[in-house]
């Protein structure tokens, strides 16, 4: 059974210092800078080294993702791209599937928090989903402490259980329900 829904995500969101976006062409620069750093690409499924054509590339794909199911922002802090995040909807089952990440220079100035956060709330507002889940490598702490601080579980570890760059990854999973979120 496809469940559809009408409601979709906004396109825009503000916080209290951030301007969740649609990407735009002109972000490729952007995103280039932040996604050559080995520091942050070592955590996500990207090219190392990570080129000009792979930024145009991400780019292109966020511009055609259909958002009523993988809704899609780039992060910005004063028109500065400092990041992005994302949520996987499956509707069938109620559920929702959020990554994220940001530029190196704005880490732990809590701009993942303050953009998981918001687009939690939003999920839990609007749509008809029950349980929002996301995951990191096991040794990506700051990642999980993004999770902790919003309010999702540490649900459990699956080990092992994609291969990376020819890395098998073991994966910390998290997961928040509806009735559980304060906001
Ligand atoms: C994970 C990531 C999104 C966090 O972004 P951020 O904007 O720095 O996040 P915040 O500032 O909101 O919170 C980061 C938290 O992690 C903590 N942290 C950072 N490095 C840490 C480490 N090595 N061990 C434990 N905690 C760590 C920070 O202290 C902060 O917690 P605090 O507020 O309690 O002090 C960012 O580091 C990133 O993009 N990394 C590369 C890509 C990535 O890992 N994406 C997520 C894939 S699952």
Redesign the pocket.
């Known amino acids: 059974m496809i469940i559809m829904t009408e409601v979709q995500l906004p396109e825009i969101f503000t916080t209290d210092r951030l301007v969740l976006r649609p990407y735009r062409l002109s972000d490729a620069d952007a995103v280039l800078a932040h996604a050559t750093d080995p520091?942050?690409?070592?955590?996500?499924p990207v090219p190392i080294p990570y080129g000009p054509a792979d930024a145009a590339q991400f780019i292109a794909r966020q511009l055609l993702l259909d958002r009523s199911k993988n809704p899609a922002w780039a992060i910005t802090l004063n028109a500065d791209l400092?990041?992005g995040i994302n949520v996987r909807l499956d509707l069938e089952n109620s559920v929702g599937e959020m990554?994220?990440?940001?530029?190196?220079w704005?880490?732990?100035?809590?701009?993942?928090?303050?953009?998981?956060r918001a687009v939690v709330d939003s999920v839990f507002k609007l749509l008809p989903v029950n349980r929002i889940r996301?995951?990191?490598?096991l040794r990506?702490?700051?990642?999980?402490?993004?999770m902790e601080?919003i309010g999702m579980r540490r649900e459990g570890v699956l080990r092992q259980n994609r291969v990376v760059r020819g890395e098998a990854i073991d994966e910390a999973w998290y997961g928040v329900l509806r009735k559980e979120w304060s906001g």
């Open positions: 520091e942050w690409a070592q955590y996500l400092v990041g990554g994220y990440s940001t530029a190196r704005i880490w732990g100035k809590g701009v993942a928090t303050e953009a998981a996301a995951m990191a490598k990506n702490q700051a990642s999980q402490r993004v601080k």
